[in-house]
């Protein structure tokens, strides 16, 4: 009965400790390796950097004769 297996994923190396990969926790090697995963995202380690950009000021808008502002001249 073991000869019909088909693997269904490649083994591969745990993100976590390099071990080879189980099929039952994959991709990672064990359920120990699969939660230091979950609390990694939980505890927001997996962060991109993001480049803070200054926020604009009221004084740099522009203000277009025409627009919406203009209106009330009926």
Not at 15 to 24: D, E, W
Not at 29 to 48: E, F, H, Q, T
Request: with cysteine.
């Amino acid at each position: 009965m073991a000869d019909n297996i088909v693997k269904l994923k490649p083994t591969r190396p745990c993100p976590i400790c390099g071990k080879p990969s189980s099929q039952l926790f994959h991709p990672f090697c064990s359920a120990r390796c699969a939660d230091i995963d979950l609390n990694r995202w939980l505890s927001g380690a997996y962060v991109i950097p993001a480049k803070d950009e200054p926020e604009e000021s009221e004084e740099d808008d522009v203000v277009i004769p025409g627009g919406a502002e203009d209106e009330d001249e009926f």
